[in-house]
Nanobody, 122 residues
């Protein structure tokens, strides 16, 4: 059984910073891409940042220059450093990963964390 567990959310003031973590555990052979999504009330879930297994990164325009995604492959963990936070960043943040369970098996990206709330006050 594979689990993704996020941590690091909370309440922060406008302009503040938070660092989210997401650790994958279980019977994992390899993790490929890892992603951070967010969902604000009444809105669709959106992709915030992604990172490949070789640490190539991509960001939504709304967070470029403020957020940084990184990963520690030895710990099966992905991070999201969020700086210069704005009220519009308020959302539940979810991590997602493309995981291969066994050698030769097809990787699947159906693994999600439970989400962590980020609230930015103005």
């Amino acid at each position: 059984q594979v689990q993704l567990v996020e941590s690091g959310g909370g309440l922060v003031q406008f302009g503040g910073s938070l660092r989210l973590s997401c650790a994958a555990s279980g019977r994992i052979f390899s993790i490929y891409g890892m992603n951070w999504y967010r969902q604000a009330p009444g809105k669709q879930r959106e992709l915030v940042a992604s990172i490949t297994s070789t640490s190539v990164t991509n960001y939504a325009d709304s967070v470029k220059g403020r957020f940084t995604i990184s990963r520690d492959n030895a710990k099966n963990t992905v991070y999201l450093q969020m700086n210069s936070l704005k009220p519009e960043d308020t959302a539940v943040y979810y991590c997602n990963a493309l995981i291969q369970l066994r050698p030769g098996s097809i990787p699947t990206n159906g693994y999600w964390g439970q989400g962590t709330q980020v609230t930015v006050s103005s």
